[in-house]
């Protein structure tokens, strides 16, 4: 068995790893020229339900206990004037450690074979070649012939549409991501209000959203449900024009608070929210599968990296079960895989709707608090 992945995001590097483990050779192609291509986002809180689980079957977890950032599961929900409405400090006894993504991607990337990865390699198109195997070619015009081909590409996956019609959809939401950096120092104010971990400031249709990262920067996702041809009309080319008529939508809000928007020293990315429908699910395609957000792309809600390095351990462990019979493994990785993912697609949704509904802050405190909603 020769299994073929698209993908080195953390799901389809997991995957590699625990085939790895297992004696099953692996080959990742990812369109990224290289590890350092580009920044690999902010913090996780990794569950041990499937994070945390998923790190253990790869034998990572004493690599993952090294990257945790102590304190950083503290959390507070303010109101829109800055009053603090909920506060909980990090006192250890948590179970979603957080740490940076981009650290987690290279502990599983210095687990893998040298040359498991292959960089540069954007694919263009999959063609069927019957009996399980299928032809993928890259943007360069090379072809590789798969046995087994598993899509970890992603929301905007090259590989689902073998298994699937479905595409995502955007959620009418929108995030908008900036940086302040060294924060404590330069930006007193705004590392104030954002404490030592997590701090929400939420209201019906908007938000500012910020996390401590390493080195004390500040890491924020502004929240705006709008329509996309209303962020089209926003030039994000003109850094300090676009952060401008973004804090427009916070007018009022307290100024310690605009500003992780207004002082942010990065140029502001737009993150359109999409996602495929609850209970997204195929027939059995021979020799082809997917994990991950190519798999059930939900709201965000801090289970998607988990879930998508949970995907990648149990299609490993249904491999390495059965190596005689690769159909069997995939079916039957697929079959939990779809029960799991309707009902996790389903509380996400839940989850987006508490945040961002008619409700919100005085929901997400019933949330923390586990108060009824």
Request: aromatic share 6%.
């Amino acid at each position: 068995m020769h299994v073929t992945i698209i993908g080195a995001g953390l799901g389809g590097l997991t995957l590699a790893r625990v085939l790895h483990v297992h004696g099953i050779p692996a080959t990742v192609y990812e369109a990224e020229d290289s590890p350092a291509a580009r920044t690999q986002g902010g913090l996780l809180d990794i569950h041990d339900h499937n994070g945390r689980i998923a790190l253990d079957v790869a034998g990572l977890t004493e690599e993952f206990r090294g990257l945790i950032l102590e304190g950083r599961e503290a959390t507070r929900v303010l109101d829109r004037d800055g009053t603090v409405l909920f506060d909980q400090a990090d006192d250890g006894t948590g179970n979603r450690p957080e740490v940076q993504r981009g650290e987690l991607r290279r502990i599983l990337l210095e687990s893998l074979p040298t040359g498991t990865v292959c960089w540069g390699r954007k694919v263009r198109g999959v063609r069927v070649l019957g009996e399980g195997r299928h032809e993928v070619t890259f943007a360069d015009g090379s072809t590789v012939v798969t046995s087994l081909l598993v899509g970890a590409d992603g929301a905007w996956s090259r590989v689902r549409p073998l298994v699937s019609s479905a595409v995502p959809e955007y959620i009418g939401t929108s995030f908008v991501e900036t940086y302040l950096f060294d924060a404590r120092t330069r930006h007193p104010a705004a590392a104030k209000v954002v404490g030592d971990g997590a701090m929400l400031a939420l209201a019906p249709g908007k938000g500012i959203q910020a996390h401590r990262e390493s080195g004390g920067n500040l890491h924020t996702y502004v929240t705006l449900s709008k329509p996309q041809e209303w962020f089209a009309e926003i030039d994000f080319t003109d850094s300090a024009a676009a952060a401008a008529r973004i804090a427009e939508e916070f007018d009022g809000w307290a100024p310690e608070l605009t500003a992780l928007i207004t002082d942010g020293e990065t140029a502001p990315v737009l993150r359109p929210l999409n996602t495929l429908p609850i209970g997204h699910r195929w027939a059995r395609v021979p020799g082809v599968t997917l994990l991950g957000d190519a798999a059930h792309l939900s709201p965000p809600n801090g289970e998607g990296a988990n879930l998508a390095m949970f995907d990648g351990a149990e299609l490993g462990k249904a491999l390495a079960a059965r190596p005689g019979d690769v159909e069997a493994a995939l079916a039957a990785y697929e079959r939990e895989l779809f029960v799991r993912n309707a009902d996790e697609a389903a509380e996400a949704a839940r989850d987006f709707d508490i945040c961002f509904g008619a409700d919100v802050p005085h929901s997400l405190v019933r949330l923390f608090t586990g108060q009824p909603q």
